[in-house]
């Protein structure tokens, strides 16, 4: 079993757990401190400001934190030559016995909603540094006024602008002409990022009528970039719509105001109860599943305010994980061409589409498996962890607990990883950052490898538990209503949220894990 967490938690019976009400709460605590204490707490003493502690450093929430201070990384071989590290073998992508598709979808809308370094500097962010829903909310006041229907209009109070196709609700669109010119109405919108590597602008002036008259008008830049995204944002628009109307009903007297807040209240602690009891339950190895329980983080000595580091805003490029074709109800979509086009997701309605996601292998994180499409950006995350000056890959396994690899097998027991490695490093000392962590073997029972593993636990349950609609004089009746709260303890997946919003929910059961796997340890 893998060393990030205690061997006594593996090994307690996780049907019993799961059994019970308190000792599921109890274990949960114990994983979720263990996994959080593995390395210092914030606030962190270096930013991308610069090479050493400031004033400004400390507050400038415009620049990235960072776990370590910058250093110049001895060993830096050509990114062309590191690029072999990620290359999938044509026809040859390695498939997860573990992961469906619906992982990723959902990995890439939570992370485009706070992990938002500036294609122009990767020093700098655009991050609110919370899970803010800001895909669906908008970044600003402005934005989310811009989003809002605004109306004290019976029956219209609190709700999001969208659109009926046929019988199912979306988001309107950016540019219902078709051309790259869009909206007025939707001006104080982030334009859609059409490039890794460019800020948010104006289309293209050759890109594809056909696709752009399909752009969302939503809160994220990115929350376009595949119908896997869009689709996440559409559900969510639906809900914040369906309870809106729900609380409207319930208090007549409301105007548009707190309909909208109270109803923008309740959907951001549903989307971190999936945040933990669907998909961190899904890339832990342990046989219980974890509760979103928020007075874990009450009296936690890791209870801070959120800031993104620069370590966090590459770990989570999964890239592997896509496989080279989308297998869509009405056809296979290459990768390279499910990107800004919302026509298959209007194509086959949102229940379809989620659907599509929760029956497809993904493909296993790790070296040699990333496919064609996704190469350009695994070398922007080379030279963005280059650029600020991240410190080598075995000093940050010292950092979150782990010993330091003694050997290229340390890190991997698949001698082509490891011959490479030697090729590019010499020594395990050299390996920089951002290759470390996906040449790693992979945990047993776990998508993810040891040392992502334990990253995406410390920020994953620091930043998710310490949100403010989280805190303790917050979380209650009062904030939500009661109906809202209780909506929110009964939600724990997004197939809740998917039945309650589609005209009809077929049988495909909406999971991140593939039906028929089992744990491979432990009891």
């Known amino acids: 079993m893998a060393d990030w967490l205690s061997s006594e938690l593996f090994s307690a019976a996780g049907s019993v757990i799961d059994g019970w009400a308190w000792l599921s709460g109890e274990a949960s605590a114990k994983v979720i401190n263990e996994a959080v204490g593995a390395t210092r707490t914030r606030p962190h003493p270096w930013s991308t400001v610069s090479d050493y502690t400031s004033w400004r450093g400390l507050t400038d929430r415009t620049y990235l ?8 990384v001895p060993v830096m071989p050509p990114v062309e030559e590191v690029q072999k590290l990620f290359e999938r073998p044509a026809g040859a992508a390695r498939l997860s016995n573990k992961s469906t ?6 990995a890439q809308y939570l992370t485009d909603g706070f ?51 046929g019988a199912e609700e979306y988001p309107p ?3 219902p002409g078709g051309n790259n010119i869009a909206d007025p109405a939707f001006a104080t919108l982030d334009p859609p990022l059409f490039a890794h590597d460019q800020p948010s602008s104006p289309p293209p002036p050759n890109w594809p009528q056909a696709k752009l008259k399909t752009i969302f008008a939503i809160g994220g830049d990115r929350a376009n970039s595949t119908p896997f995204t869009a689709m996440m944002n559409t559900l969510f628009l639906r809900e914040h719509n369906r309870i809106a109307g729900a609380l409207e009903a319930q208090n007549p007297s409301w105007d548009d105001e707190r309909v909208f807040q109270t109803a923008r209240n309740i959907v951001i602690p549903l989307f971190i109860k999936i945040v933990v009891e669907q998909y961190i339950n899904h890339i832990t190895p342990l046989p219980f599943g974890l509760r979103c329980d928020p007075s874990v983080a009450w009296s936690a000595n890791w209870n801070r305010p959120n800031w993104i580091t620069a370590e966090f805003s ?24 499910f990107t800004l086009d919302n026509a298959p997701l209007l194509n086959v309605g949102l229940d379809a589409a989620f659907s599509a996601a929760s029956v497809q292998p993904t493909g296993e994180l790790g070296a040699f498996n990333t496919g064609d499409a996704l190469l350009p950006v695994e070398i922007y995350a080379v030279q963005q962890a280059r650029f600020n000056r991240l410190d080598t890959y075995n000093h940050y396994r010292v950092a979150f607990g782990m010993a330091p690899a003694n050997s290229f097998a340390d890190i991997s027991s698949n001698p082509d990883v490891v011959a490479l490695l030697t090729r590019l490093y010499g020594v395990p000392d050299n390996v920089e950052f951002y290759p470390g962590l996906f040449a790693e073997d992979r ?3 776990s998508p993810l490898p040891n040392l992502l593993l334990r990253m995406v636990a410390v920020d994953a349950f620091s930043q998710a538990l310490t949100n403010p609609l989280l805190s303790e004089h917050v979380f209650n009746a009062n904030t939500f209503t009661q109906w809202g709260l209780d909506l929110i303890n009964a939600t724990s997946k997004l197939g809740d949220i998917l039945a309650r919003n589609v005209p009809a929910r077929g049988a495909t059961p909406i999971e991140m894990t593939q039906p028929g796997w089992h744990y491979s340890t432990g009891p």
Request: aromatic letters at 8%; a positive charge.
């Open 101 to 106: 598709c619906l992982f990723p979808a959902f």
């Open 115 to 165: 992990i938002r370094t500036l294609p122009t500097d990767a020093r700098r962010t655009t991050t609110n540094h919370e899970i803010d829903m800001c895909p669906l909310y908008g970044r600003t006041i402005d934005q989310t006024t811009t989003l809002r229907l605004n109306s004290n209009i019976a029956g219209q109070r609190g709700r999001l602008k969208s659109q009926m196709i």
């Open 314 to 337: 590459l770990l989570y490029r999964w890239h592997s994980l896509m496989p080279d074709s989308i297998d869509w109800p009405d056809g296979q979509i290459p990768l390279k061409d």
């Open 443 to 445: 945990v047993a029972d």
């Open 65 to 72: 934190a960072r776990h370590l201070p910058p250093v110049d």
């Open 173 to 175: 669109f950016l540019y």
